[in-house]
């Protein structure tokens, strides 16, 4: 007995749709992947971008003699002024870029925050240039630096 034409024909499309189906479920599978790949990267991006902060930091101490000169009110060129303020807003743009980028509920904000209220607690230089360039910063930035670092006392 030969089977009927119309039972080949709802044969194949009910295995077009099921593949069809397969694909997307692949598709799916293949894209929580990547975002999942590219989620990592980002991490590791940020990683690296506060260990080369670090590291300068640590490859430069000569700013850091600067740094003891300003908090010693002792003389500092023109150039040596500008050093100092060139280290200072650098971090502060990486604060500012991470305030925007990952949110105010993050574990990375959080890091940061905890970080710069130390810094700018200790640190009068920070105080000052944060000061002196505030205006240069997102307005909802600087809200938030005032209020979660500059002015908050434990």
Do not use: C
Not at 19 to 25: K, N, V
Not at 91 to 97: A, N, S
Not at 137 to 152: G, L, R, S, T
């Amino acid at each position: 007995m030969a089977i009927p034409k119309w039972v080949w024909k709802e044969t194949a499309e009910v295995l077009g749709v099921v593949g069809i189906i397969a694909g997307i479920a692949f598709l799916g599978l293949e894209l929580r992947q990547n975002n999942d790949l590219m989620e990592a990267e980002a991490r590791f991006n940020r990683l690296t971008t506060v260990v080369d902060a670090w590291q300068f930091i640590a490859e430069h101490g000569d700013l850091a003699e600067l740094r003891d000169q300003f908090h010693n009110n002792e003389a500092l060129s023109s150039a040596e002024h500008r050093r100092l303020l060139g280290a200072v807003m650098s971090v502060l743009l990486l604060v500012e870029w991470t305030f925007r980028e990952m949110g105010e509920n993050s574990t990375e904000l959080n890091q940061v925050r905890a970080v710069q209220r130390r810094t700018f607690a200790d640190s009068a230089l920070s105080r000052h240039i944060w000061a002196d360039r505030k205006n240069s910063f997102d307005p909802n930035f600087v809200q938030w630096m005032e209020e979660n670092v500059v002015n908050y006392s434990e």
